[in-house]
């Protein structure tokens, strides 16, 4: 067994929610938060299945179309070194969260 409790946790970088996108996740599941930490558990569930039903639409749009999602930070899920592989969004992303410049260009294309 290994003893995990005295490693250090590495604080999230978050942007300032005005500098984040409407489809970045804490935005986009906000309702469904607050509706939990308020304990409407069912306008929760409401908010969720909106959300996942959006999902399900463009998901359909994209294979009606022929098109396969492209994940827009990462291009496989990692190396054999255990780094993601960042697409070019990506290492703008990181490189801007290195400068404390937290702004993104919208999607050309939204999941939900």
Do not use: H
């Amino acid at each position: 067994m290994i003893d995990l409790s005295e490693l250090m946790v590495a604080p999230k970088i978050i942007p300032p929610i005005d500098n984040q996108l409407a489809n970045e996740s804490r935005m986009l599941w906000a309702p469904v938060t607050d509706a939990i930490l308020s304990k409407q558990y069912a306008l929760a569930t409401d908010n969720k299945t909106e959300i996942e039903e959006r999902q399900r639409q463009k998901a359909a749009e994209r294979n009606a179309q022929g098109r396969e999602w492209q994940p827009r930070f990462f291009t496989g899920a990692v190396t054999p070194a255990g780094r993601p592989l960042l697409t070019g969004d990506g290492k703008l992303a990181v490189q801007g969260l290195n400068a404390g410049d937290y702004r993104l260009q919208p999607n050309k294309e939204l999941g939900a």
